[in-house]
């Protein structure tokens, strides 16, 4: 066997002008299509762990067709509906630095009820001391890093709608699971966050319920939406397929982008499996005339293409790798999120489908494979002198 590796070595070798080219192509095909179903399952694993962990119900005041504040008051009336656990009126919303052109997210929590996330739960429960005590406040790495920019290390000082500035002191850095959750996000008691915002103590940015039953929900949002008109009400399974939907409509950009290479490999296969150069048969011609079976070509045809393809799979999953997790896939992951630098930015997480892989091994490689054995074989089949001549 090493024999014919090395024949099949120096058969390529011989070719090498087109074989590179081959090579190229191929593994430019693999990364491609590795780097684009590693961008997508990276995001979709953030998207759907952040989903899952929002409130079964979120209901927000709208007024002319914009959300507005919501009396903190409601949420006792909706906390008495049957199969209600809990109504809590949240306070939270966007804070934009034109200094860096980012917009940071900014969570109020409260020292005695508990969240609707164990992040936020854990916030609370480490630093409500500081947060009642010394107007402070618990910020994201993304945030963290953005600060550090312009110079806040321990403390940032926020504007307020009459112009005043207030100071807040960054007692720590929030830690939650996912990166998009932790990209922008800061966290404070909801005092501190009503004076910031200009909001008085009976108003809320909106109020989240939790249910007891899931499969009751859909009627839950009923009796509120009938109770209070002036308000949307939107269920985390709304959410999911908002989000969902919004997901595929991107990812069918890049079904358009797998087709196009899959036409493109194709073509590469049609000229292969059209039929073998005058040289190539001359060579097996030659070999078969000193005694080689038509088994002993075919073996040597396989490990000739295998080498090829099996290189330019593992090099392009490589670069697929690299691009993605290392490089954080430039240019690639703006398909997917936008190019808006309203929002600090945030690394992909390292989601490794090996399905995925195995679908572009098996898609690819036994293909190409083939699409060299088949004419080999042709060829073989005749008769030393004929395939010489």
Known sequence: MKYMLAFALSSLIRRGSKNLFIFIVFTFLISILSSVFMITNSLKSEMFTTLNSLPDITIQRIIAGRQTQIDVSRSEEIGKLFGVTDAIPRVWGYYYLPTLGVNFSIMGVESFYKGYKKSLDTVVDKFSDKFSNEDGMVIGIGVSKELKKIFFNDYFYFVKPDGMLKKVKIVGTFKPITSLESNDIIVMDND?????????????????????????????????????????????????????NIFNYKSGLFLALFIVSIFTFFIIIYDKASGLSSEEKYEIGILKAVGWKIDDVLKVKFL??????????????????????????????????????????????????????????????????????????????????????
Do not use: C
């Not at 910031?196 to 899931?214: E, L, P, Q, R, Y």
């Not at 690394?347 to 091994?361: K, Q, R, S, T």
């Open 192 to 244: 501190l966050l009503r004076e910031i915002f200009g909001m008085d103590a009976k108003s809320a940015t909106d109020i989240i319920v939790k249910v007891a039953n899931h499969h009751e929900v859909a009627t839950i949002a009923k009796k509120i939406k009938e109770i209070y008109p002036d308000t949307r009400v939107i269920t985390k399974d709304d959410l999911k397929s908002s989000y969902t």
């Open 304 to 389: 000739e293409s295998f080498i090829i393809s099996g290189l330019a799979y593992l090099l392009g999953v490589t670069l697929a790798l690299n691009y993605v997790f290392v490089l954080q896939a430039p240019l690639l992951r703006e398909l997917f999120i936008g190019y808006s630098v309203m929002k600090p930015s945030f690394d992909l997480p390292f989601v490794l489908d090996g399905g995925v892989l195995a679908l572009i091994f098996f898609i690819t490689i036994p293909v190409y494979i083939a699409a060299n054995i088949i004419p080999a074989w042709k060829a073989a089949t005749l008769e030393a002198d004929e395939a010489i001549r």
